[in-house]
Nanobody, 128 residues
Framework: QVQLVESGGGLVQPGGSLRLTCIAS????????MSWYRQAPGKERELVAT??????KYADSVQGRFTISRDTAKKTVYLQMNNLKPEDTAVYYC???????????????????????WGQGTLVTVSS
């Protein structure tokens, strides 16, 4: 299985910056995508940014302010958030899709396959 641990959230004033970190653990053979989502109170979860070997994509609302990066060797993805606005307030979730090892209970054996994992979320509050 794949586990994710996020860190870096907190309270920041408008215009400030934060850097989120997400570290993956488990037996991972290949990383396909690493993404950040967020969910504001009363709203649906939305994609903020994603990174693959082919490039990066951002939501229009964060384009030019947020930067996603990753260290594949460390199985870590980052989200640098600059010029934060009150509307960026949300719980931020890390998501990865990988080829990794998992335990198949039915066959009582470890297998390799396409796995997806979510982090527990880290709260970002932008307020004066």
């Amino acid at each position: 299985q794949v586990q994710l641990v996020e860190s870096g959230g907190g309270l920041v004033q408008p215009g400030g910056s934060l850097r989120l970190t997400c570290i993956a653990s488990g037996t991972i053979y290949n990383i396909y995508t690493m993404s950040w989502y967020r969910q504001a109170p009363g709203k649906e979860r939305e994609l903020v940014a994603t990174i693959t070997s082919g490039g990066k994509k951002y939501a229009d609302s964060v384009q030019g302010r947020f930067t996603i990066s990753r260290d594949t060797a460390k199985k870590t993805v980052y989200l640098q958030m600059n010029n934060l606005k009150p509307e960026d307030t949300a719980v931020y979730y890390c998501n990865v899709e990988v080829q990794g090892s998992y335990y198949d209970d039915y066959d009582a054996a470890f297998k390799a396959g396409h796995l997806e994992a979510w982090g527990q979320g880290t709260l970002v509050t932008v307020s004066s």
